[in-house]
């Protein structure tokens, strides 16, 4: 075995990768930029919406823009919204509240008061201390009381009914007393003699009013919501500045949900110096309804898009952010360099095989370094470092993670994506033969989306923006996507696959090739000069169940 594979140091860097692969406040530490200026915006005052695929780096951004705020004294809160998936309106709403004041007060409980000098509370968490003294601790204490009394008030309402209809019965009791007067006069006109006789007998009255009337949690938020804006306002006024709510994943509550949790929350912040930074995936998401009145926020006018995506199109920025990743690792372990343990096509194949995506990468070398650990075992010649041929089958280990992730993400639509994806594997592999294929860029409706949902969940990759084919289609547009590696390497291999590398400028007039072209109509188009007839995708889709199987067991 090669003696830097079999080390400690390697050993090492393999796990600590292993433990990073989740966004945790242990990680922050290890946060990159993915983007020039994400972090400054992402601590900015105004409204924004992260977009990424899964692992892009949108809980590190996050969590590192809550962490800076923290140390600065601003007030934050960070509410991870995947606890609350599955959760029915309005009670997805009432939960994501509680969670919310509750961070809230925690911060006024510890960060907004704590000397700079307790190194058990800045230290330990952060590393570093606050330049800004500490805030007054009993206006702070008053609101940290004010918001747990709200939270104690919203949880009352999560554990009740919702639009039950509610009687009420008012009884009003009177008493009377009965006075009967009785004159009476004798002799002369100078006398007279009057008298009052009282009855002891009283008479009972009663009166009963009754009532009905509905209970609703959603009005029960519309009544309060001025009392929350106070709340902030005072919060900002404690502060000497500007509150931010971090809501991180967004996409795990009900999409027909999302906006109306968005919106109530601008309410809340609009004019009271708070700031909302949503964490979510694009195209599972929506995040504004044209309605009247409007739902949610609206990009452009109430808030901006922060994009992670360091996609496939921009290769060698997303090279560039990997291999600085990679570094940090290493830098960690010893003196371990990229070129000591990988060979030079093997850092272009795990980039090409994780999409670009942080976490996929860090996940398939982990993987790579297995195998070819295993392989040198069995004294396979490949030489000791980790090759091409070590990442592919690293990239079809990594499959079954993408699958489950996949099947944990489409609770709603997953087989409408499962039919998409196992029609667009069969057209590539089992008709055309290649990797890639290509979609007009004008083309809209379902299929599409569900096709941009899939790029999303990382099981296929876009490439180019702007391809035109060689003939047939003058003056169209084509965007070229990739088949996520795992699917025709390793286990999944395929004899015979003209692999386009898209990258490479001797490939380009590959991608113009006229029979690439898919149509999410059901039929591929092809260049029919050539081959005379059209084939369809569903006979493709229909030639192989085997795959269709080996996708989604």
Not at 322 to 339: E, N, R, V
Not at 463 to 475: P, Y
Request: proline share 2%; with cysteine; net charge positive.
């Amino acid at each position: 075995m090669g003696k830097l594979l079999a080390s400690q140091d390697i050993e090492n860097l393999a796990i600590l990768i292993e433990e990073a692969t989740r966004s945790t406040e242990e990680g922050v530490k290890r946060f990159i930029e993915p983007s020039p200026g994400a972090l400054r915006r992402a601590t900015s005052k105004r409204h924004h919406i992260i977009f990424g695929r899964r692992g892009s780096g949108k809980s590190s951004l996050l969590r590192k823009a809550a962490e800076d705020l923290t140390i600065d004294r601003r007030p934050i809160a960070y509410v991870d919204l995947e606890t609350f998936k599955g959760h029915n309106y309005p009670n997805v709403l009432l939960s994501v509240l509680i969670k919310s004041f509750e961070e809230f007060a925690e911060w006024l409980d510890t960060a907004a008061v704590n000397s700079a000098n307790k190194t058990s509370f800045w230290k330990k968490l952060f590393g570093t201390q606050p330049k800004r003294p500490p805030f007054n601790r009993k206006e702070a204490n008053e609101l940290s009381s004010a918001l747990r009394k709200k939270v104690a008030e919203l949880n009352q309402q999560l554990h009740v009914a919702d639009n039950i209809e509610t009687h009420r019965t008012t009884k009003n009791d009177q008493e009377e007393a009965n006075q009967d007067e009785i004159g009476i006069q004798i002799g002369l006109n100078q006398l007279g003699i009057s008298s009052k006789l009282v009855d002891s007998a009283k008479i009972n009255t009663s009166e009963e009013i009754q009532e009905a009337f509905y209970q609703s949690k959603t009005d029960f938020l519309h009544r309060h919501i001025l009392e929350y804006q106070r709340l902030f306002n005072q919060i900002s006024k404690l502060s000497g500045g500007d509150a931010y709510l971090f809501l991180d994943d967004l996409y795990h509550i009900r999409r027909s949900d999302q906006a109306r949790v968005i919106d109530y929350f601008h309410s809340i912040a609009k004019g009271n110096n708070l700031w909302l930074k949503i964490g979510t995936i694009r195209h599972r998401s929506r995040w504004y309804i044209h309605s009247d009145p409007p739902i949610g926020v609206k990009l452009g006018d109430d808030a901006d898009e922060i994009d992670l995506d360091l996609t496939l199109e921009k290769y060698i920025s997303a090279k560039e952010f990997l291999k600085k990743i990679l570094a940090g690792f290493m830098q960690s372990c010893g003196s371990i360099s990229t070129k000591e343990i990988l060979v030079d096509e093997a850092m272009d194949r795990l980039v090409l095989a994780s999409g670009g995506v942080a976490r996929d990468f860090l996940g398939i070398f982990r993987r790579s370094i297995g195998i070819a650990r295993e392989r040198e075992h069995r004294k396979n010649p490949r030489g000791p470092k980790i090759g091409i041929e070590d990442v592919n089958a690293a990239a079809g280990e990594y499959d079954t993670t993408k699958r489950e992730e996949f099947k944990k993400d489409t609770l709603d639509d997953r087989s409408e994506l499962e039919e998409m994806f196992q029609r667009i594997v069969a057209f590539c592999t089992d008709q055309v033969k290649t990797n890639v294929f290509l979609l007009d860029k004008d083309l809209t409706g379902k299929n599409v989306e569900s096709i941009q949902e899939l790029v999303d969940l990382r099981l296929l990759h876009k490439v180019r923006d702007r391809v035109t084919v060689k003939s047939g289609q003058a003056g169209k547009i084509f965007e070229a996507y990739m088949l996520d590696v795992s699917q025709y390497t390793g286990s999944r291999k395929r004899r015979g696959l003209d692999i386009i590398e898209f990258r490479r400028p001797d490939h380009s007039e590959k991608l113009r090739r006229t029979t690439l072209i898919y149509d999410t109509s059901g039929a591929s188009k092809t260049n029919s000069s050539a081959s005379g007839a059209s084939k369809t995708n569903s006979s493709a889709s229909g030639a192989s169940k085997v795959v269709q199987d080996s996708l989604f067991p």
